[in-house]
């Protein structure tokens, strides 16, 4: 058995290189995959519903694969689309393809695997002890499932079934990377331990060659190895670069998780045949004894108004951390006197980042740093935006004075690059489940729509 599977791209929108995609495509692919989504970025594509990359650049990727689709003959398979996976982020990709079709004369059968998981469902797992904490997990109830948006994470199941039913474009929710390329070669029978390390080495596209980039890659998996081949003019991949892609992600490299089992990759050999093609065996599949899906959910917590300033002044930089506790005790009489009790100032948080001192490890930085000049980031946190830039207007005001004991009279203490200052971030959003549904079948949490285009 010989199958070949075209990763073209890490991400759908992030700019692949035409000529990249058009060698993969003369190598005759049996399917082309690619994920669309992620919670790399945050909560705040999950809490909002609102992708991260423009529909320009969806578009623009999208069109390609459509076509070389059709050219091939083979399913498109996408996941996680909309960034989180949300029914919305799978109904306006879905938009965006029905435009392209239209505009292509393309005719194919669409798949649209849902993800989001209903408050009711959700109520019920909990009270039966089927939602388990994954590590560092925060606490849950059933008011948190009210306030959040929850997605569950889908394994290969769901998608096999559109590919039986004879989609040629599948659409998916929230899926796990690797199960966009696993879904199709475990159907046609190939060894499931090369075939989830195919998919794991080849999820982010050409992000395991070097240099890195948005473009794709090309495995051809056989009986007992596959073949990786980079596609980008200019790259190559070596069998560390390979090997390094099972680190990205995950906390052990040898022991992945998927829904139905562990990936593991202890036994695996990385072997270059040139310098564009890496050949890798013998990783092997474990079998979990239950199916587990992964529940993500996130809501919004606030509204934000931030501040950049910088500062060169060697007295005011050594004196900042010291003033900074004293200026939020300040900020805080302020609140209670301006608002007089329509904005509490426990509900509100001001915070300074000091960028050049640390401010990236919040503190950890193992070496104590002497910067020529400090970043300032400040971010004000309220219940509501208008709160937020209102609060926002003084912190700016007082932080350009605050008072430096080394100085005689007013000083500047802070410089603006923008005027006014004060700039209105939007929403805020948190991370509200890490945890996996258990004692589920592998498609109960998600819906399927076949449309004829």
């Keep these: 058995m010989e199958l070949r599977i075209l990763a073209p791209t890490g991400a759908l929108g992030a700019g692949f290189d035409a000529s990249a995609l058009a060698r993969g495509v003369q190598a005759r692919p049996d399917v082309i995959a690619c994920d669309a989504g992620s919670t790399d970025s945050g909560p ?18 999208l069109r390609l694969l459509l076509k070389a689709r059709d050219q091939l003959g083979v399913p498109l398979i996408i996941g996680s689309c909309g960034t ?51 590590a560092n997990a925060p606490e849950i109830d059933h008011e948190l499932f009210e306030r959040s948006h929850t997605v569950a994470m889908m394994g290969v199941e769901p ?32 060894d499931p331990g090369l075939t989830w390390h195919m ?23 056989r009986e007992d190895h596959f073949d990786v081949t980079t596609l980008a003019n200019g790259s190559r991949l070596t069998p560390r670069s390979v090997a390094a892609h099972t680190l990205y992600e995950n906390a052990d490299p040898f022991h992945i998780a998927e ?77 209670a006197d301006i608002f007089r009790g329509k904005v509490d100032p426990t509900d509100v948080d001001i915070d300074y980042r000091l960028y050049g001192a640390g401010a990236v490890l919040d503190g950890k930085e193992p070496d104590a740093l002497a910067p020529r000049e400090l970043g300032v980031l400040i971010t004000i946190t309220a219940p509501d935006q208008q709160s937020a830039h209102a609060i926002a207007t003084f912190v700016a005001h007082a932080s350009s004075h ?36 258990t004692g589920v079948t592998p498609t109960e949490l998600f819906r399927t729509t076949i449309q004829e285009l």
């Design 44 to 61: 705040a594509a999950l809490g909002s519903g609102t992708p991260k990359l423009s529909a320009q650049a969806i578009t623009r990727d």
């Design 84 to 134: 989180s996976g949300r029914d919305v982020g799978v109904d306006w990709v879905a938009d965006l393809t029905r435009t392209i079709a239209a505009e292509e004369k393309l005719h194919f059968k669409l798949g649209l695997i849902y993800s989001d998981q209903p408050v009711e469902r959700l109520e019920e797992l909990y009270d039966s002890g089927r939602i388990t904490p994954l």
């Design 159 to 190: 998608i096999q079934e559109a590919l039986d039913k004879g989609c040629d474009v599948i659409l998916a929710g929230r899926a796990s990377d690797t199960a966009l390329f696993a879904a199709l070669p475990h159907l046609k029978g190939a």
């Design 199 to 221: 998919a794991k080495t080849i999820e982010c596209g050409a992000a395991c060659a070097i240099p890195p980039s948005a473009n794709g890659l090309l495995v051809t998996l």
């Design 259 to 335: 829904p139905s089992g562990v990936l593991d990759t202890t036994e695996a050999t990385y072997e270059a045949v040139d310098d564009q093609t890496v050949r890798v065996r013998g990783a092997r599949y474990i079998p979990a004894d239950g199916y587990t899906n992964k529940l993500e959910g996130a809501e919004l917590v606030g509204y934000q108004t931030v501040i950049i300033g910088g500062v060169r002044d060697r007295i005011v930089i050594d004196t900042l951390p010291k003033l900074l506790p004293m200026a939020k005790h300040y900020f805080d009489a302020k609140i």
């Design 402 to 437: 605050l008072p430096i004991p080394e100085y005689d009279g007013l000083v500047s203490t802070l410089a603006y690059p923008y005027s006014p200052p004060e700039m209105d971030r939007g929403p805020l959003y948190r991370f509200t489940l890490n945890h996996v549904a």
